[in-house]
């Protein structure tokens, strides 16, 4: 986790994220994959969205950066009705 991540209330966060209708950016970038599992267990118990995205910098970044993205969401035990749609 990034330096004072451990400092923020995430119940706080995820809850009113979800009272505005907010979603997650699941970071693929393979030195970030923020946020980690566990968070996205807690958002997700109390109705938060995820989107997983490959933050790629580079054409040839983006298959392997969606691929972190979504193996993130996996271990984290996300269902696709726990993803960000786009309508």
Known sequence: ARPGAQDVDWDKVF???KDFGV???VNGQGDRL?????LIRLGASL????????????V???E???HHAV?????AGL?????????
């Not at 997983?52 to 910098?57: F, G, I, L, Q, R």
């Open 64 to 66: 392997e950066c969606m």
């Open 15 to 17: 809850r009113t994220a």
């Open 23 to 25: 979603a997650f950016e």
């Open 34 to 38: 923020d946020p980690p599992p566990e």
């Open 71 to 75: 193996d993130v969401c996996r271990r």
């Open 47 to 58: 109705g938060v969205k995820f989107a997983p995205c490959s933050d790629a910098h580079s």
């Open 60 to 62: 040839e970044q983006l």
């Open 79 to 87: 269902r696709t009705t726990q993803l960000f749609e786009v309508e």
